[in-house]
């Protein structure tokens, strides 16, 4: 398989056709996955704001006051705000907001970013990334799957990696249920998240800088014959590490 | 980039020399990323166990029926002791065992394996990965990096993924601290696990079944122009879930 980053694309503004952009630079193929990341669709579909924006309410302001006393920095309220509005669940507060985001993802701030945002304080994720990749998919040119994908933390494990938001055209996830070792037992491993593994490949090439290269494609990857589904955030129920968050306080 | 896996590698056996085999069967090229999937190193470290070779003890036992309990299945306490002598510390004990392995690496049953594993019960995970992926990266003909990758779950999200275990040759992180994103502005993403991105993405070409390519190589991925620094799993002091988990119970 051939990864590669699209070279040659322009800052994104607000109603940019991000479809159209990615099809002038990049001779995309049948069957290539092309994986953008958020900070793009983002910025395509308006998401950039200013903290002025934000009007912060009582917790929002509690909040930000907690992480000041812990941190030693100012923190805004707005920024709480512009969280608190972003998510749907608080996993924690302190010693920083990791949230549930409005469409299942879990991650700090909600995945608000501070950086690559030009005339704007905070760009905020796409609404909706999995409707954000199906809109990309259907603008481009090729029959590729795409994928939106941000950089987050994750438990246990110090930096960060790249995840999938959203996919379109493919599965999120290969299932290997049923299908058999080279001894002919059932699979431990059950279910095999690629969109995950194909936004970590696209960052390798993205990277997190100045780079200018917010697209990669993966060309020559088969998805293979295999059961696929599409659950990738977990509810509550199944997520013991969330039920135990909810518990904590730091 | 490039990724391809290796074809043509035999069942690893107890004392293969797993780089002369790898060499046999690839080109390697100077800046090759090789990454090895920690179920052929385990092999040919003689990691292979049956369940009688544990004798389980007290907390093994009610570890073992605790968990038959819950999921009505029957477990077998020799499985459970496994874990416990693989692990430094148990994070979860139920619904099902989460511990962290005597490197450092939080996973389900210490990432003890049961396929791809003839002619015994069990697959540990190697000792000491980084000292694995030394050795390998040492037999090896080219000046390679080498990555010792293994399939595992991950809070928040469904499926399994590809994560580094142990690394030579490289640094585990990119590190952008001080780096400069788009606008001038100091960057908010600061570490990006870049070996646990080369695991993920050797695993969308090796699989999780009877594939029989335990190997990959990603060609021309450049680190680039970064600092790197080595802590991939985090202590328990910086680790708030890791602290939650111990508290809460199932
Ligand atoms: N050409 C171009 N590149 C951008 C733009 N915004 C961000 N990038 C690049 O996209 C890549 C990923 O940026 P990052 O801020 O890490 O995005 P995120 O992971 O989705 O939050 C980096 O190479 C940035 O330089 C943009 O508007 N135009
Ligand atoms: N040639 C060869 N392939 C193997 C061997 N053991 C496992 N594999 C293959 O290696 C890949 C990864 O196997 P898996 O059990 O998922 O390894 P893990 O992720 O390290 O636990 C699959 O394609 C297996 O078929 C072996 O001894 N020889
Ligand atoms: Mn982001
Ligand atoms: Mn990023
Ligand atoms: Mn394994
Ligand atoms: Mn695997």
Redesign the interface.
Known sequence: ????AVPGLP?IEAGDDVAALIDEQAALRDGDVVCVASTIVSKAEGRAYDLADFEAGHRARAIARRLEGISGDEKDPRFAQAVLEESDELV?TA?FLLTVTRFGH?TVNAGI??????DADLLLLPEDPTASAEAIRQGLSADVSVVVTD?SG??????????ALGWAGMY???D?RG?????G??????????V???A??A???T????G?TPVAV?RE?EF?DHDGHD????DLE????????R??S?
């Open positions: 398989m051939e990864v590669f800052e924690m010693p879990i970013d501070r950086s690559n945002v030009p950089t994750r438990p246990f494990r110090h930096g960060q990696q790249a995840v999120a996830n290969r290997w299908e058999r070792d080279r001894d037992r059932e699979l431990g491993v059950t279910v095999q998240s690629v995950d593994e194909l970590s490949t960052n390798l090439v990277g997190e800088g100045d200018g993966v990857w293979g659950l990738l955030f977990r199944s997520d013991f590490v969330r039920q135990a968050l518990q904590w730091y």
